[in-house]
């Protein structure tokens, strides 16, 4: 873990009320009440657990709550359950039968709405076609798709039949997907001739191609037809979706699973290039996903809720997809981008559906700050009656325009703070009872013991900076990652001694208020999106020209952080604005346009210490622009250092 300052510099003293109103008809109505529930689940967790368990359907009721053998837990050992039964079947026998499940808008303004019942018809017609092309419990499918129905159709009919998904967002590159194919040994891809973004056709086929090419486990590929561009199929390894689903029986039950079965594997960015497959189980994720989509939404039958993440990262997974259906709700999708064809896209839609609760990042809120007023007041917004934010620390400006542009002050804004790896919202407010400070996460969720520690793991004093743990197993958390124990062990239970390590820096301030501060280690946020300093920088040096690279993050005004890479070259190759475009584009086609640095710098050698460890803090200070460096009382060679700020752009 690399040694970071965290001191926290955000002062904020604006505390925001809940609603009167909105308390009142609100699932956890007070702040006593919460500080009630919290304490109960402090005293005994798996009892709080296991009452919200119940509310699920079990094919066969678990022996045992919780088995901890740090850091590997079970959670509802010996229950049985499926989490497409679930989300689907269990409503079947419900008014809500004929009750949209999913609301879907493509980009180009086409629509389909997809009940309860239309949504079991679908997964139990693809669960069937998974089996008919050989697709057995455990196996791995890997779905790179644009945000159509058909996403969340194959994830669900994965679930219903055992099949583990391994979802990879369609914004990334043939390299990147065929990494996570490898690594996962996914036999089957499920994909589309491609997507509609921006107005353009994003390819998602033709990437495929030249992964599954180079991928020996693939032995299948689905492909749905949405935008109609010329596509290549390999016969005996492709097909179209619709031919599969044509002939394909609409009974397939969903089978009961044991509640550690895998549903999913994410792969996520670590402080190492090599990504993580993050593996969430079956029960206590449902568990975690379905009450957090209940007490954090404060999500009743009648809302129609709108998380506008795509389902390619964690939040589209827990948050679009598993827990709002768990709940029975009505889940909006939509394809395309927030500024297509203009930048009121997101409020016209919220217009025209009634949307009532209303889930975004920091990062899209800051971007549409920048357009103006103009964009929000063209719409009747007043179906919103509440707001949420999620993927990195919201700035209260952005926050204060979320506030009084889109909620009309009568919104609260739930800031929800979790990671992949947990699986679920970890530390919110409850909008009903929890009053809020902008750029506040607030408190823990029940059953969330959390905490500000020192590198020794030792609790801070309030308002002093820390790093922020997590100290008792959840039921969402992660178990492992695929395929690699130690590094599960090492990277999330051994940094800090017996707790959770986040990874993220946070004060706690004298309200028992936790505030987030960003990264500690190697990764960066760049737009809601988490990306490796050190996956960036091997992407640099995979080309022919570099010799050696370091990334570093630096402040972005709506992306959060941008991406600046600093690069020396093999001898022989000219430091030209040619060759940084190259570069640039270089690193957009190994791992995907998120990634691309905003930034080249040549320089002829990078700051090291005398061990040889780049140091990244004096690279940051570069970038950052400071005048003053920190300490460089390790540096090796400080000519290196002053060349480079004689180098500052
Ligand atoms: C950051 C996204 C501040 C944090 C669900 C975390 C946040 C990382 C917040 C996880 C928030 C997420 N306030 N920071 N409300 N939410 N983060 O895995 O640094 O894509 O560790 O999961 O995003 O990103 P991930």
């Not at 002062?11 to 009167?20: G, L, W």
Request: aromatic share 10%; proline share 6%; with cysteine.
């Amino acid at each position: 873990m690399p040694e970071v300052d965290i001191t926290s510099i955000l002062k904020e003293s604006r505390v925001f009320n809940p609603p009167k109103k909105f308390s009142e008809s609100s699932h956890i109505k007070s702040f006593d009440e919460y500080e009630q529930i919290y304490k109960e689940a402090e005293i005994d967790p798996e009892a709080f657990w296991a009452k919200i368990a119940g509310e699920l359907h079990w094919f066969k009721k678990w022996d045992k709550v919780l088995e901890w053998n740090p850091p590997f837990a079970k959670w509802f050992v010996g229950g049985e359950l499926n989490i497409s039964y679930n989300c689907i079947d269990r409503h079947l026998t419900t008014w809500r039968k004929n009750k949209a499940a999913i609301i879907w808008e493509g980009e180009p303004g086409d629509s389909r709405t997809l009940t309860y019942q239309d949504l079991h018809r679908e997964v139990s017609k693809f669960a069937n076609v998974l089996k008919s092309i050989g697709v057995n419990k455990g196996d791995r499918v890997a779905i790179y798709m644009p945000m159509i129905p058909e996403l969340p159709i194959a994830m669900l009919g994965c679930a219903r039949i055992g099949a583990i998904h391994s979802v990879v967002f369609g914004g990334f590159s043939a390299e990147a997907l065929k990494d996570r194919v490898y690594d996962a040994q996914a036999k089957v891809i499920i994909t589309a001739d491609g997507g509609f973004r921006k107005g353009e056709v994003v390819p998602l086929k033709e990437k495929v191609d030249e992964a599954a090419d180079k991928s020996p486990s693939v032995e299948k590929v689905i492909a749905v037809k949405r935008t109609g561009n010329q596509v290549q199929m390999k016969d005996g390894r492709d097909y179209w979706w619709h031919d599969l689903m044509k002939d394909a029986s609409d009974k397939c039950e969903a089978i009961p699973l044991d509640s550690e079965h895998p549903l999913f594997i994410l792969y996520t960015s670590g402080t190492t290039g090599k990504p993580k497959g993050v593996v969430h189980t079956t029960g206590g994720y449902l568990t975690g996903v379905y009450i957090t989509t209940k007490w954090v939404f404060d999500l009743k039958d009648e809302d129609t809720y709108w998380c506008t993440a795509d389902i390619g990262w964690v939040t589209g997974h827990s948050y679009i997809l598993y827990g709002p259906l768990a709940n029975g709700a009505t889940s909006l999708m939509y394809e395309g981008g927030p500024m297509y064809p203009q930048p009121d896209r997101f409020w016209e839609i919220v217009d025209r559906y009634k949307v009532n609760i209303f889930y975004t990042a920091p990062t899209a809120i800051r971007a549409l700050t920048k357009h103006g007023e103009q964009w929000p007041l063209k719409h009747d917004l007043s179906s919103l009656r509440l707001l949420g934010t999620v993927g990195e620390p919201i700035n209260p400006e952005a926050w204060i325009w979320y506030h009084k542009l889109i909620g009309k002050e009568r919104c609260p804004i739930v800031d929800t703070w979790w990671q992949t790896e947990t699986g679920m919202i970890l530390i919110t407010p409850l909008p009903g009872a929890i009053p809020t400070k902008p750029g506040s996460a607030t408190r823990p969720f029940p059953g969330i013991i959390a905490d500000v520690v020192s590198r020794e793991g030792k609790s801070e004093a309030p308002n002093k900076g820390g790093y922020l743990v997590i100290k008792k197993p959840w039921p969402a958390m992660l178990r492992t990652i695929y395929g690699d124990d130690e590094r599960y062990k090492k990277q999330y239970w051994e940094e800090i001694k017996g707790v959770y390590f986040t990874g993220d820096g946070a004060r706690r301030d004298e309200d028992g208020y936790f505030w987030i501060m960003g990264r500690v280690d190697d990764v960066m946020n760049v737009a809601g999106h988490r990306l490796s300093t050190m996956e960036i920088e091997s992407a640099l040096v995979s080309h022919f020209t570099v010799a050696e690279a370091a990334v570093v993050g630096r402040p972005d005004e709506i992306k959060g952080q941008a991406v600046v890479a600093f690069v020396t070259l093999e001898l022989g190759n000219n430091p030209t604005d040619e060759l940084k475009k190259e570069l640039k584009e270089h690193v957009s086609k190994e791992i995907g346009p998120i990634a691309k640095p905003d930034d080249i710098r040549f320089t002829e050698a990078l700051p090291k210490t005398r061990s040889g460890k780049i140091m990244r803090r004096l690279l940051r200070d570069i970038a950052y622009g400071r005048e003053k460096m920190g300490d460089t009382t390790t540096l090796e060679d400080y000519s290196v250092l002053a060349k480079l700020m004689e180098d500052k752009e």
